[in-house]
């Protein structure tokens, strides 16, 4: 129903449904989809606190996934000009492998460094 209401434009209502599926939801895909759809809804409309807060709750319940580390760390290094609190949530991701986290990580290094 969210994504429906995002379809017609109608934000205000979306979050309300978002919310409530991204706490109600049993199966974990709804839920990481809920909660996907919530931070990028909050991200679009300049709440970039409640974005934040959106990815700190799918980091928490899905901390074996680099998204919500990546997402957190993008948000940081961007919106609030933090790269090195950037460069610390990039760093504690689970699969730091990736090659996507790999040029994030190499790129806020980069900015870190003295």
């Not at 895909?29 to 809920?34: H, I, K």
């Not at 980091?59 to 609190?85: I, M, Q, T």
Request: include cysteine; aromatic fraction near 4%.
């Amino acid at each position: 129903m969210g994504e429906h209401r995002l379809a017609l434009d109608d934000d205000a209502g979306a979050l309300i449904l978002l919310e409530r599926a991204a706490d109600l939801a049993r199966a974990p895909e709804t839920r990481r989809r809920a909660l996907t759809q919530l931070a990028r809804t909050h991200r679009r409309a300049g709440r970039l606190e409640a974005s934040r807060g959106a990815w700190e709750r799918y980091r928490a319940l899905f901390p074996s996934e680099n998204r919500g580390f990546v997402e957190v760390a993008k948000l940081l290094e961007h919106a609030e000009r933090d790269p090195a609190g950037a460069l610390q949530v990039a760093a504690s991701a689970p699969h730091p492998a990736c090659d996507d986290l790999q040029k994030r990580l190499t790129r806020l290094r980069r900015r870190v460094a003295p």
